[in-house]
């Protein structure tokens, strides 16, 4: 196998996107190629040093001139001195703003060798594609891209139909790590969360209005009345003062626990007898998946990439945006019927084992690479 020097950018601190792009650096590297993370700040599931992994801070300058410091021409900055310092093959950027221009633009400093490509995560198409201050830089990143990949199908038609981008798109799933995604023996944990003749609702999310967190509540309202059961919330945003509100005029308070944001999801998802995903918007919905791969049915919206993830029937349910009738009405069979929840668990482990795992989508991407180095 031929070595590469992989240059990852990403939002380090934040969301799926980073999550992915950690990951898949993290198993690039396990593979022998060498990984240089180039972000802000170090990425939050880096975990234990590797000898095939380093990490590259940008700093920003702040000179009084500026209104606002210059964050992407620092990075295009460090991505162009890093290439040349550790003769990187490719920079593979994770969202399409700022990191794919800020890319171009080191390729531009740096020469025709350094290969760009670019993976679109979903809000910089679905929400950020449809501004029009950014969208024609948008479609000149995806278009001046050596590769570029999309997490979903949905996600593919999405860019060609707002962008009216014509170019071939690589489609990559997200992944799970699956020695780190499996049920955890959590017996004991579970006791504090609630009773032995209780199910547990989980939902995690970063709270923004896209992810329609109210509905959640109202979903577990319907389902408490006929299903004794808790809600987890996990993670925290801009919604997260409305969803108390609602919890609170809906008298469910003792039932509901917020854990704010946390690390060990593995855990928590294992906790949990079912995730709900009502989003208005996701390309994916890696947090599904996450729950999938712990034994963990998902009652969704079918918003976007959801469908090519969630099977109606078989490793969860699906319902139209704003359902929180038929979302409750699925929950309630779900959670009653034994014999159909235990068909769906064993369901959810075998399809993320093997149709979303790390090995099969980092070969993917690492064939991608190969191929725009023209190294087959
Ligand atoms: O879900 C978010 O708001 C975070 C966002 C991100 O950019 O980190 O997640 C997007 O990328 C994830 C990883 O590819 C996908 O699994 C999520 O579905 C996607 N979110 C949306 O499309 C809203």
Request: some cysteine; aromatic content about 8%; charged content about 25%.
């Amino acid at each position: 196998m031929d070595r590469l020097k992989i240059g990852i950018t990403c939002y380090p601190t934040l969301g799926g996107s980073g999550v992915v792009a950690t990951e898949l650096g993290k198993l690039l590297a396990e593979k022998g190629h060498e990984v240089h993370f180039i972000t802000h700040s170090m990425p939050f599931r880096l975990g234990k040093f590797d000898k095939n992994i380093s990490y590259h801070e940008v700093e920003v300058n702040d000179y009084y001139v500026f209104k606002y410091p210059p964050y992407d021409l620092s990075l295009a900055s460090k991505l162009a001195q890093v290439a040349k310092l550790e003769e990187l093959d490719l920079l593979h950027v994770h969202y399409a703003i700022p990191h794919a221009v800020c890319a171009l633009l080191a390729k531009q400093m740096v020469g025709p060798q350094l290969k760009v490509v670019t993976t679109l995560h979903g809000t910089d198409i679905t929400v950020l594609a449809q501004d029009e201050s950014l969208s024609d830089l948008i479609s000149y990143a995806i278009d001046e891209s050596d590769a570029v990949t999309a997490v979903s199908q949905d996600l593919i038609e999405e860019t060609r139909r707002l962008l009216g981008i014509t170019k071939p798109i690589d489609l990559a799933y997200n992944f799970v790590d699956k020695r780190v995604y499996y049920p955890r023996e959590v017996s004991e944990l579970r006791k504090e969360f609630a009773h032995p003749d209780e199910k547990i609702l989980i939902h995690i999310s970063n709270f923004r209005p896209v992810k329609r967190v109210t509905d959640v509540v109202e979903i577990f309202d319907q389902v408490r009345k006929e299903v004794p059961s808790r809600l987890l919330f996990v993670g925290e945003g801009p919604e997260l003062s409305k969803v108390l509100c609602k919890v609170k005029e809906l008298g469910i308070l003792d039932r509901v626990t917020f854990c704010g944001k946390q690390d060990d999801v593995a855990q928590l998802l294992s906790l949990g007898d079912l995730m709900l995903l009502p989003s208005e918007k996701e390309s994916f919905g890696l947090v599904a998946l996450e729950a999938m791969a712990c034994g963990v049915p998902t009652i969704a919206s079918d918003a976007g990439g959801i469908p090519e993830l969630i099977t109606h029937g078989e490793t969860g349910f699906l319902a139209g945006i704003g359902d929180v009738d038929q979302m409750a009405a699925y929950a309630k069979q779900l959670l009653s019927d034994e014999a159909m929840y235990a068909r769906m668990k064993q369901a959810c482990l075998h399809r993320a084992r093997f149709t979303f795992c790390n090995d099969l989508i980092t070969r993917q991407y690492e064939e991608i690479y190969y191929r725009v180095l023209g190294r087959p």
